[in-house]
C-alpha cells in the first residue's frame, strides 16, 4: 500500500477525497488474490468515522440556519433604535429646521419689503408721469387756444378741457363779433362827429383802428398772454380777444 | 380593530403637537436611512402635513367606502416620490413606535389593532400604486421656453419627454432640481397640445422656495419633474351651455387652458372670460388675452384691477365686474383664484341666480408641499 492511510501520522488530519482516490492496496499474496484485509478494514473504518462527523457538523449548521431564521422572522428584522438616538436625530432636523425656517421668513421679510417699495416707487413714477402728461396738455391747450388761468388747473380731465376750449373758443368769437361791430359802430359815430369838425383829418381805412384798441384791450386785460404774442402778430386781435375771455374762463366751468 | 381604542391613542400623540411626527420621521430614517433621501431638507411642512394625514385617515377608518379612494389617490400620488412597497412595513413600524412611546397605556391589544389598520391603509395604498404602474412615476420635462412678465410672474414653457395627458383646469405637482423634494401644483394654462408644449404660469412668493426658484432661477434647458394630473376643475365636456370663466390672479391659468379647450376641440359656446388683478402692472398675460379675444369672435375678454385707480381697466373686485356685465343666469360657470375673491365671486352669482351644480370653483392659494386629501389645489 503506498497512500496516505498506511501512515499513522496522517490519521488524525480528516480523511479527504484525495486520500480515498489514491489509495493503492497491495495484493495479498499470489496464494490469495485480492488486497490485504486489514488494510481495507483500517481504511474503510476511517471512512465511517468521517462520514458520521460529516453528518453531525451539518445538522448542527441546519439548526444553526433555522434558529437564525427563526430570529429574522420572529423578532422585528433589526433592532430598533435606541430612544436616545432618536433624541438626537430629532433635535437636530429640529435644529435644521428652525434654520431653514428663519431664512425662508427673513427672505419673505426682504422680498416682501423690496416689492412694497418696487410698487411705491412705480406708483410715484406712474404719478409723475401723470402729472407731467397733464402739464404738457394744458401747456399744449395754451399754446393752441383758451386755457384756464392759475386757479383751476388740477382735477380736470381732458374731454372735459376739450369742451371747455371749444366752449371759450365760440365764447371768444361771439365776443369778437359783439366787440368789432361795437367798435366799429363807435368808430363809425367818431368819423361822422369828427369829419364834421375837420373832413380833412379823417384817416382812410376803418381796420387798423380795430387792431389798435384790440391791443389796448389787451394789455389792460391781460398780462399772461403778452408774453405769447408779438405786437405784430396777425393773430393779435384774437389774442386780445383771449384775455377778455380768458378772465372770464371760470364762468362757464362753474 | 378596537376604533375608540385607537382614536384616544392617536388624541394622545396628536396632543403632542410637532412632537409626535418628530418621532416618527427621526425614528424611520434611524432604522431605514435610506428613506431619507425622499424627503426635502427641512422637514417641517412634511410633519404638519403628516399627521394631518394621518388624522384623516383615523378618523374615517370606519367608513372605508369614504377611505378608499382617498387611499387610492395617496399611493398612486406616493409613486412620483419613488415609495416602493417594502418601504410601507417600515413606516408601520415606526409609527407603531410613535404610538406607543407618547401613550403610557399602551397595550398589545391596541399595537394589533393599529398593525392591522395600518396593513389595510399600506394594501390598499400599494394596489392602487401597482395598478397605476402601466404610466410613469414621474414624467422628465424640458423647459423650453421661461419669460419673465412681471417683476414677479414667469409664463414657462415645458415639453414633457413622453406624452403628458391631462384634462384643461387640472392641476400638476412639479419638482425642479434647484429645490429637491419639494413639490408643488401648478394648473396648465393651455389644453393639451399636438405638440405636448405646456404651459405654466407662476407667481413668485415672497419665501416661497420653489415659486422664487422657478420664477428667478430655472431657465429654458432645466428639467422639471411632473407628477400625475389631479384637480376636479373641469368642463362637463357633454354640455353645451355658454360659459362665464372668473380669475383672480394666478387663478387665469385654468381658465385660459378652458378657453384654449373650446377653441382647439369645442363645442363652439360663447365664452366669457373676466380676469381681477389687483394692479394693472399685474396683469401679466394681457397680449396674449387679446389676441385670443380678437382671433375668436366668440370669445370676450374683460380686465379688471381692484387696487389701481389710474388705470383704465375696468375698476373693482372681479365678482362686482362680473355683475355689472350681466345676466349670467343661464351659464355655466368656472371660478379660480385667490380664497377670499373665489368666495365673493361665488356668493356674488348665487345671489344673481346662478344655480349652485352650474359653479365650479377651485381656489389657489399660496404654495403647500401637496394637495389635501379632499384635492386641494395651489398655485
Known amino acids: ?254 | 380593530m378596537d376604533i375608540p381604542a385607537m382614536r384616544a391613542s392617536f388624541a394622545k400623540a396628536s396632543a403632542a403637537g410637532d412632537e409626535a411626527p418628530l418621532y416618527f420621521y427621526s425614528h424611520l430614517f434611524l432604522s431605514h436611512p435610506e428613506t431619507r433621501e425622499m424627503f426635502p431638507v427641512s422637514m417641517a411642512h412634511q410633519r404638519d402635513r403628516f399627521f394631518a394625514a394621518l388624522g384623516e385617515v383615523v378618523t374615517r377608518v370606519d367608513d372605508l367606502d369614504a377611505l378608499v379612494p382617498i387611499l387610492q389617490q395617496l399611493g398612486r400620488d406616493h409613486r412620483k416620490f419613488a415609495v416602493l412597497p417594502a418601504h410601507y412595513p417600515a413606516a408601520g413600524a415606526s409609527l407603531l413606535a410613535t404610538l406607543e412611546h407618547f401613550d403610557d397605556q399602551w397595550t398589545p391589544e391596541l399595537a394589533k389593532s393599529w398593525a392591522e389598520a395600518y396593513d389595510v391603509v399600506a394594501t390598499v395604498m400599494i394596489q392602487a400604486a401597482e395598478a397605476a404602474a402601466e404610466q410613469p412615476a414621474w414624467w422628465e420635462a424640458d423647459v423650453v421656453g421661461h419669460e419673465r412678465r412681471a417683476i414677479d410672474i414667469a409664463v414657462l414653457h415645458i415639453r414633457p419627454r413622453v406624452p403628458y395627458d391631462y384634462l384643461p383646469g387640472q392641476s400638476l405637482s412639479l419638482e425642479t432640481d434647484v429645490r429637491p423634494r419639494l413639490w408643488r401644483y401648478y394648473s396648465p394654462a393651455n389644453a393639451p397640445r399636438p405638440d405636448g408644449l405646456v404651459e405654466l404660469h407662476v407667481k413668485a412668493r415672497d419665501g416661497g422656495p420653489v415659486s422664487s426658484a422657478l420664477v428667478r432661477s430655472v431657465g429654458v434647458g432645466d428639467v422639471l419633474r411632473l407628477g400625475p394630473p389631479v384637480g376636479h376643475l373641469t368642463l362637463n365636456e357633454d354640455a353645451d351651455r355658454d360659459l362665464l370663466l372668473v380669475a383672480g390672479g394666478m387663478g387665469l391659468a385654468p381658465m385660459k387652458a378652458m378657453v384654449d379647450q373650446v377653441a382647439r376641440h369645442g363645442p363652439p359656446r360663447r365664452v366669457d372670460l373676466f380676469a381681477g388683478f389687483r394692479t394693472e402692472g399685474q396683469v401679466y398675460d394681457r397680449a396674449d388675452l387679446e389676441r385670443l379675444a380678437k382671433d375668436n369672435p366668440w370669445l370676450t375678454v374683460t380686465l379688471a384691477v381692484s387696487d389701481d385707480p389710474v388705470s383704465d381697466l375696468a375698476q373693482g373686485a372681479i365678482g362686482d365686474v362680473v355683475l355689472r356685465a350681466g345676466p349670467w343666469s343661464s351659464r355655466e360657470v368656472c371660478v379660480a383664484g385667490p380664497e377670499q375673491m373665489v368666495s365673493h365671486t361665488v356668493a356674488r352669482l348665487r345671489e344673481h341666480g346662478v344655480p349652485p351644480q352650474r359653479m365650479s370653483s377651485e381656489v389657489f392659494a399660496p404654495s403647500r408641499p401637496g394637495p389635501s386629501v379632499d384635492g386641494e389645489v395651489t398655485e
Do not use: C
Open chain 1, 1 to 254: 500500500m503506498t497512500s496516505a492511510p498506511s501512515r499513522p501520522g496522517n490519521a488524525d488530519r480528516g480523511l479527504t477525497p484525495a486520500d480515498l482516490q489514491q489509495v493503492r492496496f497491495t495484493r495479498a499474496s499470489m496464494l490469495r488474490p485480492g488486497y490485504v484485509d486489514t488494510e481495507v478494514d483500517r481504511v474503510m473504518h476511517r471512512a465511517a468515522e468521517e462520514l458520521g462527523r460529516h453528518m453531525a457538523e451539518k445538522a448542527q449548521l441546519r439548526e444553526q440556519v433555522r434558529t437564525l431564521q427563526a430570529q429574522l422572522n420572529g423578532a422585528p428584522a433589526h433592532v430598533p433604535p435606541s430612544e436616545q438616538a432618536v433624541r438626537i436625530l430629532a433635535t437636530a432636523q429640529q435644529t435644521a429646521d428652525n434654520y431653514v425656517a428663519e431664512a425662508e421668513a427673513f427672505s419673505r421679510q426682504v422680498t416682501g419689503e423690496a416689492r412694497t417699495q418696487y410698487e411705491e416707487a412705480v406708483r410715484l413714477a406712474r404719478e409723475n408721469a401723470g402729472a407731467i402728461i397733464q402739464a404738457a396738455q394744458e401747456a399744449a391747450a395754451r399754446l393752441t387756444g383758451p386755457a384756464p388761468d392759475g386757479s383751476d388747473r388740477s382735477g380736470r380731465s381732458v374731454a372735459e378741457l376739450e369742451e371747455q376750449v371749444a366752449y371759450l373758443k365760440a365764447f371768444g368769437q361771439a365776443v369778437r363779433v359783439q366787440l368789432r361791430s361795437y367798435l366799429e359802430a363807435l368808430i363809425d359815430d367818431v368819423e361822422a362827429e369828427w369829419g364834421r369838425a375837420d373832413p380833412a383829418a379823417l384817416p382812410a381805412p376803418a381796420r387798423p383802428h380795430g387792431q389798435r384798441t384790440a391791443v389796448a384791450v389787451e394789455s389792460e386785460r391781460s398780462t399772461t398772454f403778452v408774453g405769447n404774442t408779438t405786437a405784430d402778430d396777425p393773430a393779435g386781435e384774437q389774442a386780445a380777444v383771449e384775455g377778455v375771455t380768458a378772465a372770464g374762463a371760470t364762468r362757464p366751468a362753474s
